[in-house]
């Protein structure tokens, strides 16, 4: 591919495709990059390999339209937008080999004036360290215009979207852009605004960065208070769902729902980013995130506690995988890690995963026997106890004639209070 596009997108999971196709079908060029085969003729199809409400409306009309197509291949192109993983390593540091990857698959094709747009959530300093990288690879270029070279403009500007939502909060949600420069901050916010309708803001790279690591932390805090409520409130014998209802009536208390743990690429990894620049000094980060990781033991922990009280050949059945409630993201799950557990630790039991927006188990859980992907109305008939550990539409819609003479531990509060 020789012709210059618009705009490169790489990397076509949960947030570069669907930033592809709205930009696609506002009138701009896009060609999705992405190492994935499947994913590339999928979207080549008009088709979304994953769940996302409307998303396959944009992307089969920007298809059709000619506005947006996939290829394993780096184009060249005027601007690039990265959107590739960034998780965390063992001792919870970012890795940003994925970032290095990508920059390595467009260095080729840079010429000078591209505009380079991170989008990946990543730690304090990012940024600045894929445009050096970018410069290592070509030195013929530069991130300032030093000694004439022709210059590279770096931004990074994060996803603040909630899955379910994307396609709604892409267009509507407020969006930060930080620039190595000011020129590469004004040029990104100009690509931005060809589909965003909140208002744009502008920054260096640095704080645009830190800015997406604090609003999930800000959540993942917020998260770990409600989670650490249930576990006392279990000990006390007091319902938590009633309680924080109850507090809530307060005019300036606003306490989020407990679960069986944080999950997604969001939530759970990016507090430790903060963690990690910070060590000594982000104490109150550190300890929420050990609250949430500790919750999907605690959660293990009752379900053993339950199982034993039943019959030897009692069914369990664990209603949810994914991080949150209908999409089918399995990333960072608890719900997963729980399952895990509980598969690992009852080989003898039968056990009901009720997953509806997934057609296979997860690589995770493939080498169980005892696990059964099975339909939510199914798990629950054949199963003494239910555990519910997403709220997907499905499990909400279960009558409660249906949990007559179970034992149910609802993770998420839909069925019992």
Known sequence: MNQTVDVAVVGLGYIGLPTAAILASNGVNVVGVDVDADTVRAVNDGRVPFVEPDLATYVAGAVTSGMLSATTEMPPASAYILAVPTPFTTDHTADLSFIEAAAREVAPRLIGGELVVLESTSPPGATKHLGDYLIGLRPDLSLDGADGRPTLLLAHCPERVLPGRVMIELVTNDRIVGGLTREAAERAAELYATFCQGEIHTTDATTAEM???????????????????????????????????????????????????????????????????????????????????????????????????????????????????????????????????????????????????????????????????????????????????????????????????????????????
């Open 211 to 417: 800015s997406k690591l604090v609003e999930n932390s800000f959540r993942d805090v917020n998260i770990a208070f409600a989670n650490e409520l249930s576990v006392i409130s279990e000990r006390l014998g007091i319902d938590v769902w009633e309680l924080i209802r109850l507090a809530n009536r307060h005019p300036r208390v606003n306490i989020l729902q407990p679960g069986p743990g944080v999950g997604g690429h969001c939530i759970a990894v990016d507090p430790w980013f903060i963690v990690a620049e910070a060590p000594e000094d982000a104490r109150l980060i550190r300890t929420a995130r050990e609250v949430n990781d500790a919750k999907p033991g605690w959660v293990v922990d009752r379900v053993l506690h339950e199982i034993q009280q039943l019959p030897a050949d009692a069914e369990i059945a664990l209603l949810g995988l994914a991080f949150k409630a209908n999409i089918d993201d399995l990333r960072e799950s608890p719900s997963v890690d729980i399952t895990v557990s509980v598969a690992r630790r009852l080989p003898g039991r039968r056990i009901n995963v009720a997953e509806p927006n997934i057609d296979a188990l997860p690589q995770a859980l493939s080498g169980f026997d005892n696990v059964h992907l099975t339909p939510v109305d199914d798990a629950i008939t054949r199963s003494a106890l239910v555990v519910v550990l997403v709220d997907h539409d499905e499990v909400r819609q279960v009558r409660s004639e249906s949990l007559v003479d179970k034992t149910v531990v609802d993770t998420k509060g839909v069925l019992i209070s």
